[in-house]
């Protein structure tokens, strides 16, 4: 039976607004709450939770930059670990038999992109390098240990996703931002750290559509399920930022800023999402171009409306 009322955690953050239409469009039936709650405060949560009483949870709310999480550690783990636990506990307490779908991370695979990859399947280990990473991956595991009984709990390893309202710490709007201050005059060229990595990108819209068929189809779903969400093609981050001044139409120039260079960085990765396909009906719909084009039209009208100053 489709849920009657989801719960929903970050629906204020960059996926959580791309959600609510994903949601109204595939369980137009459905009650969609987001109240305002603190994840790592635990009377916060019951409170939250007693006054839905869900049927069905997305759970995206996150330290969500990797940079964000790598700075202030100790407040990564109490939200990506700590607060997910919680939520997954109060829930089991008070919406026993409920769906969570938990917005986990392909950043929990990390060195297995180099040792069982680059183009991993939801059987590869989960070896993080970084405190994201790590974060997602222990919550992901801690997850997984949960009693079966007590929710039915989906994992999604949703791999790079962009969009409109993506903040700039990102590497796409990162891009697109450069490039729209270039051609309105108010930099000289795109700063950039290392090209030659490959990634899996999506649109954000593909990856919210993932989590709605997720909870369509929960009930027909196997139990402790783990569903990587992934184009299974990796872009070069300097292809992708070919692609935008391709789009601009104007000459750009590039710099090399060496403070933006990762020493430790994975070279490719990549996802299999045959499982999201033969589970779910589930595979991009969106095409990459039309996905960076509405990123740079975005950052071109913030830069034109003086607020990227």
Request: hydrophobic share 45%; aromatic share 4%; with cysteine.
């Amino acid at each position: 039976m489709p849920p009657r009322r989801i719960l929903i955690t970050g629906a204020r953050g960059f996926v959580g607004r791309h959600l609510a239409p994903a949601l109204a469009a595939m369980l137009p039936d459905a009650e969609r709450l987001s109240p305002e709650f603190d994840i790592t405060d635990e009377a916060s949560v019951r409170e939250a939770v007693r006054r839905a009483l869900p049927d069905a949870c997305v759970h995206l709310a996150a330290i969500a930059a990797p940079t964000a999480a790598q700075s202030d550690p100790d407040a990564a783990w109490r939200v990506n670990l700590h607060g997910t636990l919680t939520l997954a506990r109060v829930l089991a307490e008070l919406s026993p038999g409920a769906t969570l779908v938990h917005a986990s991370s392909a950043d929990a695979y990390g060195r297995s992109f180099a040792s069982h990859g680059p183009r991993l399947d939801e059987t590869a280990p989960l070896n993080p390098i970084n405190t994201y990473g790590a974060t997602k991956a222990a919550a992901d595991l801690a997850l997984g240990a949960m009693p079966a009984a007590a929710l039915r709990i989906i994992r999604v390893r949703p791999f790079n996703h962009t969009g409109r309202g993506q903040s700039a710490a990102f590497v796409v709007p990162s891009f697109a931002r450069q490039v729209a201050r270039v051609e309105a005059g108010l930099q000289q060229s795109v700063r950039v750290g290392a090209l030659d990595t490959m990634r899996d990108f999506l649109d954000v819209r593909d990856v919210c559509r993932a989590y709605a068929l997720c909870l369509r189809h929960a009930d027909a779903l196997p139990d402790g399920v783990i569903l990587n969400i992934a184009s299974g093609q990796a872009r070069s981050i300097g292809s992708i930022l070919e692609d935008l001044i391709g789009l601009s139409g104007k000459a750009v120039a590039v710099e090399t800023d060496t403070a933006r260079l990762r020493s430790s960085d994975i070279k490719a990765a990549s996802g299999d999402s045959a499982s999201a396909a033969r589970l779910l009906g589930w595979t991009p719909q969106f095409a990459w171009q039309e996905s960076l084009g509405e990123v740079l039209d975005e950052w071109r009208g913030i830069v034109r409306g003086g607020g990227d100053a």
